[in-house]
């Protein structure tokens, strides 16, 4: 058992590191004041071959994994949660095109992700169906009148990076509309161009600000079926693409938890009070320890987690394993956001300071992707299938 990072994932680290504290820490108030797409922290992760981290070489990318993305969004979080939101978007869509996608698929639509030519969006969540997503309406109908494919229609909702996005990985229903069966479902992939695509409203946000979310409209859109991901009827492509991600999104909770963390404990060392300052309080210290080890444990979990997720070992059977750093990660974030703007009293409760823009941006993550609650609910069934057990 080793829990060193490998030489090249500590040199990716460091240099995320330098290229966050330089170029992400000076812009993450400005991005959430503004709600502008930040262009130039996509340009400076195009520069430094970020965008690619999770792409083999043969597509354009470096072969850092899952970890080496991880990693890097760790180090990122730590000063603005919608930078870690851009990197994370190199890897969400393109999660099923990249497990079940045919060889043209990749070639098409991967490089340019790497090279940033392309962005991508994905389209599971809908208005009435979030966690339930088999209460999805978006159809797809076979179209008969075009020289075969599909014909969709329908609209996604919540979508990160909706704006910007070139393509979109969009799940529609194939099956019976009524029917609650995963394999009623198929991934597409749709581009932006095609007729029938509109981005619909904009959602003003409570952080996470830059990176719009928003509504996709599919009218009558159609979709050659060239570009169907995996087989018709492929629904497990969507919790496979999201098991994978889990580390990714754990990654934003932990950067911020370690940013907020760090942060606060500079301020009480010099926030002098009652003849000396506060970090001098037994009550205040047990509280940075607590989130020091719980900071420790997550990165544990997370790190595991995308160690797994690179071995492939995302299926049903490693489930807990995964959905642990999600929940555990996020949780951290908000936790520790919370404390920092505690301890910063009312300096923290204002835009001078990064604390509450931290403590807004946290409460994203133990909503998307799956929230806490359904991720207690994967890791409870993981303990009563046995798929987590101890002897
Ligand atoms: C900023 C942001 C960006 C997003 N980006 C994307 C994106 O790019 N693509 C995309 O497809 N979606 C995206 N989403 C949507 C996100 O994935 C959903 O919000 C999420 O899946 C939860 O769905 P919901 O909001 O409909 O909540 P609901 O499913 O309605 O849940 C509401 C509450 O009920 C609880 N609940 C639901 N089911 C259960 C259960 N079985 N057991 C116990 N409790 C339960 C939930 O935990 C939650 O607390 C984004 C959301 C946000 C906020």
Request: glycine fraction near 12%.
């Amino acid at each position: 058992m080793d829990f060193d990072l490998t030489p090249e994932l500590a040199t990716l680290q460091l240099s995320v590191r330098r290229l966050a504290q330089e170029k992400i820490k000076p812009r993450a108030r400005d991005i959430d004041t503004s709600g502008d797409y930040p262009s130039d922290v996509f340009d400076a992760f195009r520069d430094a071959d970020l965008l690619g981290l999770c792409l083999p070489t043969e597509l354009g990318g470096s072969g850092a994994g899952i970890l080496g993305l991880t990693v890097a969004i760790e180090e990122v979080a730590k000063y603005s949660n919608t930078a870690a939101l851009m990197l994370l978007l190199t890897r969400l869509p393109i999660g099923p095109v990249m497990i079940a996608g045919n060889d043209d698929q990749k070639k098409r639509y991967l490089p340019g992700i790497a090279s940033g030519d392309l962005r991508a969006g994905f389209g599971l969540s809908e208005a009435q169906a979030g966690s339930d997503v088999a209460g999805m309406r978006t159809r797809a109908v076979p179209d008969r009148g075009r020289g075969g494919g599909w014909e969709l229609s329908g609209t996604k909702c919540w979508m990160s990076g909706v704006c910007e996005a070139d393509w979109y990985t969009v799940f529609a229903k194939t099956g019976d509309p009524s029917s609650r069966a995963h394999d009623s479902i198929t991934a597409f992939i749709v581009e932006r161009s095609w007729d029938g695509v509109t981005v619909g409203r904009t959602d003003h946000k409570m952080g996470v600000r830059g990176i719009h979310t928003g509504e996709l409209v599919l009218d009558s859109v159609h979709v050659p079926v060239e570009n169907v991901i995996g087989e018709v009827g492929g629904f497990r492509l969507a919790m496979l693409g999201l098991n994978a991600m889990r580390p990714i999104v754990a990654a934003r909770g932990i950067g911020l938890a370690e940013g907020a963390l760090m942060y606060a404990t500079e301020y009480v060392k010099q926030r002098e009070a009652f003849g000396g300052t506060i970090a001098d309080f037994q009550g205040i210290q047990w509280e940075i320890a607590k989130v020091a080890v719980d900071i420790e444990a997550a990165r544990l979990l997370t790190y595991r987690a995308a160690w797994l997720a690179d071995q492939g070992k995302f299926t049903k059977e490693y489930v807990p394993f995964l959905s642990m750093a999600k929940y555990f990660a996020t949780e951290l974030a908000v936790r520790a956001s919370g404390l920092a703007m505690q301890l910063l009293g009312a300096a923290g409760y204002m835009e001078d300071q990064p604390t509450e823009l931290w403590y807004r941006d946290a409460k994203q993550l133990t909503i998307v992707e799956g929230t806490s609650q359904v991720q207690l609910g994967l890791i409870a069934q993981g303990v009563l299938r046995h798929d987590l057990w101890w002897d």
